[in-house]
């Protein structure tokens, strides 16, 4: 998903080419997928309740956000949404998201 982003944030100005509605929508998918394994995941890890539940919330934020892509009418207005609150919130989420599944990852 961080190259999805990587590829509207270089790609979304005035002229965008038509890839970006369909990477956006690529997102979409990917983070109805991901809110079915964040269910999946808060049922597994019931010791770890607390912090999966700020997690979903601000999993929740972030799908949120999205959502007033659709409010914005410039290419521009989209662009700072994703610069300055999607893409920075997204990274810290997937940042926590890491550090509290990575005592369960087998290498």
């Known amino acids: 998903m961080s190259e999805g ?4 944030e270089a790609n ?8 970006v509605e369909q990477v956006f929508a ?3 998918t990917a983070l109805q997928q991901l809110n079915q394994g964040n269910e999946k ?3 597994l890890l019931e010791d770890r309740q607390d912090e999966i539940q700020q997690l979903l919330v ?5 799908v949120e956000m999205m959502s007033q892509w659709f409010d914005k009418q410039t290419n521009e207005e989209k662009r700072v ?4 609150q999607i893409i ?3 990274e810290s989420w997937r940042s926590k998201m890491h550090q ?3 005592p369960y990852i087998a290498h």
Do not use: C, K
Request: proline content about 9%; cysteine-free; hydrophobic content about 45%.
């Open 5 to 8: 982003f990587e590829y509207l």
């Open 12 to 19: 979304l100005n005035e002229e965008a080419p038509p890839q």
């Open 26 to 28: 690529d997102i979409v």
């Open 41 to 43: 995941l808060a049922s």
């Open 58 to 62: 601000d999993f929740q934020d972030i």
């Open 81 to 84: 949404l994703l610069t300055q």
């Open 88 to 90: 920075p919130y997204f």
């Open 100 to 102: 509290l599944l990575q």
